[in-house]
């Protein structure tokens, strides 16, 4: 019935969306296309279109008894993990003080809190670097984990802001009347409504921690291994095409299994949930 | 069980603000009774009823419930359900687990929760709701649950901020009716607060009028409207229509319209009140009765509001729709002594 209110759309408008859709998908996923490939053969050499040979050669070597790839799918979902745990506690506490509070210089501290988005992230590795080294953080997974953390936070903290500000205040204090302590009513009425926007936040924090190579090279100093830096090392290392590209396989699933699973649980949510800016 | 509530000599003053929000408030509720605490907009009738609720903390004085003091005393501990002016249910939440909701946290046990929970659903005439979502109920349904939820738990002490200010003045009514008959049911001593002077004497046995943050007047509601205390108390409950200048003395004001005889404690320059429709319209002769001439009538379809004068001073008056009184013509007045009062001018 929808169907018959809504008016004609000319022909060239009714294909535009289509087509923009096809292109937008090519360009994100096409550079994945030649890996997928790749790494299922060990000749294909140019100018042919296809490789003539297929093999799992490449898989052998990236999951074989000398790779190090099991470990460092261990490494990035330890360091990952505690980072998204971290992050979006401390993003849920921060945010709600954000929504909630006339707070002195809000602005300013949203505009620092974008900052990891607008400092070229080299500056800071290399600052950052300096100041684990002193602090005798270096090289080690705790060192990595909280190197990772502050764009993580700040990422999980604009998010979280924008989730209690659909969060009524009055809610809680209506609890605390009936009887529920100050900590007992956030998590009897608050932390029900946040549940969605908490998801959110831990799986971007997540994925910022997953996909960082900088601060983990320069903090970890070769000693955490994690997914990105193994990528690394083997294109650069051994040259061979077919292991680069299985590995950059194993890097490239998490994010898009994780996209899948919360573009599901989202639909048809409100999607403000995701509006950083309000 | 219930609990009287006393609160002295109150004082708050927001942090930034330059003039204070309550004044010396003090005020005795005993238990088991119901007080209104009236008052406009502004005049810091919810700030009092925060504090109460242990929302906010007081720059001076005391709250004592049941003798202690629990200033100190955080909301969750201070044994009171409180209703606001918003529903407010928890949206995650079904009808029965919002009315239960005071229970859990107090560690009551599933069956007595149940029981008690049906009990307060069929109290509030919704019977057969419990499973319901909040999204799914009207307003008034939304704010019967929410009275069911303040008093699950059987608190001493109820507190109530604008409860019905949000509905349809048909609405109210029933609330208002629907609130008396809980009180008779529960016992809770209640505190509740309103702009709405006919909800205040509807429902409270003692109201007290706030204005600018200071108890004006604490009395019965008819008391409030027979013996405002002060020009402003019968301004804002609509009562100041006629205040005719003169001199008090025991027993007698003299004015204009000659001696007057009423009871009063002022004494010297003051204003005598008395409301529009407790002048008598009649033919008696005898003590505070005046002779007037009509100087305009208007039919309001349920009453005629008449005015007349006497002596050169004009005087409001309002009769059934049925007097047959013209202007021009001349009538006694009866000034009854019981609706006189002098105020301060």
């Avoid at chain 2, 009823?49 to 004592?64: C, E, F, K, N, Q």
Wanted: aromatic content about 6%; hydrophobic content about 45%; glycine content about 10%.
């Amino acid at each position: 019935m929808t169907e018959a209110r809504r008016p004609r759309r000319p022909l060239g408008a009714a294909l535009t969306r289509p087509t923009v859709l096809v292109l937008t998908g090519l360009w994100v996923a096409g550079p994945l296309l030649p890996l997928a490939v790749q790494a299922f053969t060990d000749q294909w050499f140019y100018p042919d279109l296809w490789p003539n040979r297929w093999s799992l050669a490449g898989w052998e070597q990236a999951l074989g008894p000398q790779s190090r790839l099991a470990e460092a799918v261990a490494t990035s979902i330890g360091i990952g993990a505690a980072v998204a745990v971290l992050a979006t506690a401390l993003g849920a506490a921060a945010g709600r003080a954000l929504a909630w509070y006339r707070l002195p210089g809000r602005r300013l501290i949203e505009l620092v809190l974008l900052a990891p988005v607008l400092v070229p992230p080299f500056a800071v590795a290399m600052g950052a670097q300096i100041v684990y080294l002193r602090a005798g953080l270096a090289d080690s997974l705790t060192g990595v984990i909280l190197a990772q953390l502050p764009a993580a936070t700040a990422y999980a903290t604009l998010l979280m802001s924008g989730v209690w500000a659909g969060v009524d205040p009055a809610l809680e204090r209506q609890a605390r009347t009936l009887g529920a302590g100050a900590w007992r009513a956030f998590r009897e009425v608050s932390l029900p409504q946040l549940r969605g926007g908490l998801l959110v936040a831990a799986m971007f924090a997540f994925l910022i921690s997953w996909s960082d190579y900088l601060l983990t090279l320069l903090i970890g100093g070769g000693v955490v291994t994690t997914v990105p830096l193994l990528l690394f090392a083997t294109a650069a290392g051994s040259g061979n095409q077919a292991a680069t590209a299985a590995i950059a396989l194993v890097a490239v699933a998490p994010p898009l299994l994780l996209t899948a699973l919360a573009a599901r649980r989202l639909a048809g949510r409100d999607t403000a949930l995701l509006g950083v800016g309000r | 069980m219930t609990t009287d509530i006393t609160i002295a000599d109150l004082d708050h003053t927001y942090p930034g603000a330059t003039t204070p929000t309550l004044r010396r408030v003090t005020l005795e509720v005993p238990a088991g009774t119901r007080t209104a605490v009236l008052g406009p907009s502004g005049s810091g009738k919810s700030t009092l009823l925060s504090i109460v609720a242990g929302l906010s903390t007081p720059t001076g004085g005391d709250v004592r419930l049941a003798g202690h003091s629990v200033l100190r005393q955080p909301p969750h501990r201070r044994d009171l359900g409180v209703v606001f002016q918003r529903p407010l249910l928890f949206p995650h939440l079904t009808v029965a687990e919002n009315v239960a909701f005071g229970l859990r946290m107090r560690g009551t046990d599933r069956a007595a929760i149940q029981r008690r929970v049906a009990e307060l659903l069929d109290a509030v005439a919704l019977p057969g709701y419990g499973e319901r979502r909040s999204g799914e109920l009207s307003g008034g349904q939304q704010q019967r649950v929410a009275l069911a939820r303040a008093l699950a738990a059987r608190p001493g002490v109820l507190l109530l901020d604008e409860p019905f200010s949000a509905l349809d003045p048909q609405l109210r009514g029933d609330m208002r009716a629907l609130l008396t008959e809980l009180h008779r049911r529960e016992g809770s001593t209640t505190l509740f607060v309103t702009h709405d002077r006919d909800e205040a004497t509807d429902v409270a046995d003692t109201v007290t009028v706030l204005l600018g943050g200071r108890v004006a007047q604490h009395a019965p509601p008819a008391d409030l409207f027979r013996r405002p205390a002060t020009l402003a108390v019968a301004r804002f409950l609509g009562g100041a229509g006629n205040a005719i200048p003169g001199t008090a003395s025991a027993g007698h004001f003299d004015c204009p319209l000659g001696r007057l005889r009423l009871d009063t404690d002022h004494r010297g320059a003051g204003l005598l009140l008395i409301r529009p429709a407790a002048i008598v319209v009649g033919d008696q002769q005898g003590e505070n009765v005046v002779s007037a001439t009509i100087t305009a009538v208007t039919d309001r379809g349920t009453h005629l509001d008449i005015q007349a004068t006497s002596a050169g001073v004009t005087l409001q008056l309002t009769t059934g729709p049925a007097a047959p009184l013209r202007p021009g013509d001349d009538t006694h007045l009866w000034l009854p002594p019981a609706h006189l009062s002098v105020v301060t001018p």
